[in-house]
Structure formats: C-alpha cells, structure tokens
C-alpha cells in the first residue's frame, strides 16, 4: 500500500499482518480524495477506523493541516504508529487508541473540518456513526466507504465506486442538487 496523491505520492505505508484489516483500494482512495480535493488545504481531518491511517495520511499529504486517527486493534495502532514516524507527522496528528464510534459519540459539534470512516463491510457501526453525526455534527463533512448494497441513513450523497464500494458523503449543510459536486 502506498499515498497516491500529494507531497508524500509513491511512499509506501506498513500494513498489518491482520486479516481482518481490510485497507482501502487504491482506486477508492484516488476517487475519494480527488472529491474532496478542494476541501483539504488546511483542514483538520479525523480518521475513524483508521487501519493503517491511509485515509488521514493521504489526506495530509495533499494539503490537511492536522490529522487525528482512533483505532483500537494492536496490529493496526502498531502500522499506524510506524506510517506516522515514517512521514514525520508526530507533531500534526494524534492517535487514539480507542473504539471509534464512542470516541465519536464524545466530540463537540465540528470539531473536524472532515471525517473519514470506513469501517467493517456489513457492520452496522457505519449506521450508528452516521445517526451519532447527524444529532451532533462533529464535522463539517463526514466521508463514508460502504458496500455498495449497504443502504444508509438519509441525508447523503452516494457515489458509487465499483461493483462492491461506494462512498457517501453527508455535510452539516444541504448538497448541491448535483450528485457530482457531492463533496463540494
């Protein structure tokens, strides 16, 4: 796995030796990031579910201020660490060694300028996060990656990536009638 886009493109980033850790595609990422391109110079990003901090990591590389990661496997907070040391971004981020969605549940209303989520496939902790959002907005933008089949909550925009993966972005304001201009 590498940053594909920014300052850092072409680094590669440690990976888990977990199965469990499902990182996110390459192509995923490229799409995800080039929608919210516009809203990353000076943002401070939030990365729940981290894995290996991938999403927040990318997410500096091309212009974030800050970036805080909250995940709780061992094997992930370890390939989490290494990729931060390995960029020289101690002193803009900070981990939190902690379950995502009470982490998320505890934040005061936009906190974050983006949040990144991408939990478990089939888990309905994607759904209880996004209802955590929309009764306390603890960012300006939450950026989703789903199943494709996963419906959500209302609210959001869904861009559908590949036959498996989607990605849904919710704002603390209405969208653009545009499903294009989702992370405008």
């Not at 943002?43 to 997410?59: K, N, P, Q, S, Y």
């Not at 300028?113 to 996004?130: E, H, Q, T, V």
């Not at 996963?150 to 304001?173: C, M, S």
Request: aromatic share 8%; no cysteine.
């Amino acid at each position: 796995m590498r940053i594909i886009g920014g300052k850092w493109a072409g680094r590669h980033l440690m990976s888990p030796p977990d199965k469990r850790v499902r990182p996110t595609a390459e192509h995923v990422r490229q799409e995800w990031l080039r929608l919210l391109e516009p809203k990353l110079k000076g943002a401070r990003v939030i990365d729940l579910f981290a894995g290996t901090g991938a999403l927040g990591l990318e997410a500096m590389s091309r212009g974030a201020a800050t970036a805080d990661f909250v995940e709780t496997r061992p094997a992930s907070v370890h390939a989490l660490k290494a990729n931060i040391a390995a960029l020289h971004v101690r002193e803009r981020s900070r981990l939190f060694k902690k379950d995502a969605l009470p982490f998320a549940e505890a934040l005061e209303p936009f906190a974050y300028d983006i949040a990144f989520a991408d939990p478990p496939y089939g888990s309905k902790m994607l759904d209880r996060l996004i209802e955590t959002w929309q009764q306390t907005p603890f960012a300006s933008i939450l950026a989703v990656e789903h199943a494709i089949d996963h419906e959500l909550p209302a609210g959001g925009k869904r861009v559908e990536i590949d036959d498996n993966t989607a990605l849904t972005f919710y704002r603390a304001r209405p969208f653009p009638q545009d499903a294009s201009a989702a992370a405008e």
